[in-house]
């Protein structure tokens, strides 16, 4: 079983920074695709950006390309999302998730979430 717990939400202005932690425990972390999904009120979970923990392999939904930036800290078992330039609909719960699928945008090949960190971003 993956334990998986995310840090660093809170309340930004547009055009302002925040960086999420996500801490991982659990099963090997060198056979996982760690990612970032996100949900806003009344809508579905989205994919954000994902990383392949072995390779370092990172990919971006579209809506966050060139803002935000995925990274991993192999000693300390965590992954982190550094989100740059936040415009107001950025804001949602974001979570973090692992998969055994490499480079996985699909939600449903997720079998480990966190609990999620509330991201608002102000106008």
């Known amino acids: 079983q993956v334990q998986l717990v995310e840090s660093g939400g809170g309340l930004v202005q547009t055009g302002g920074s925040l960086r999420l932690s996500c801490a991982h425990s659990?099963?090997?972390?060198?056979?996982?695709?760690m990612a970032w999904f996100r949900q806003a009120p009344g809508k579905e979970r989205e994919f954000v950006a994902g990383?392949?923990?072995?390779?370092?392999?990172?990919y971006y939904a579209d809506s966050v390309k060139g803002r935000f930036t995925i990274s991993r800290d192999n000693a300390k078992n965590t992954v982190y999302l550094q989100m740059n330039s936040l415009k107001p609909e950025d804001t949602a719960v974001y979570y973090c998730?692992?998969?055994?699928?490499?480079?996985?945008?699909?939600?449903?090949?997720?079998?480990?979430w966190g609990q999620g960190t509330q991201v608002t971003v102000s106008s």
């Open positions: 990383i392949t923990w072995t390779g370092g392999s990172t």
């Open positions: 998730a692992a998969t055994r699928v490499i480079a996985s945008r699909n939600r449903y090949q997720y079998d480990s």
């Open positions: 659990g099963r090997t972390f060198g056979s996982t695709t």
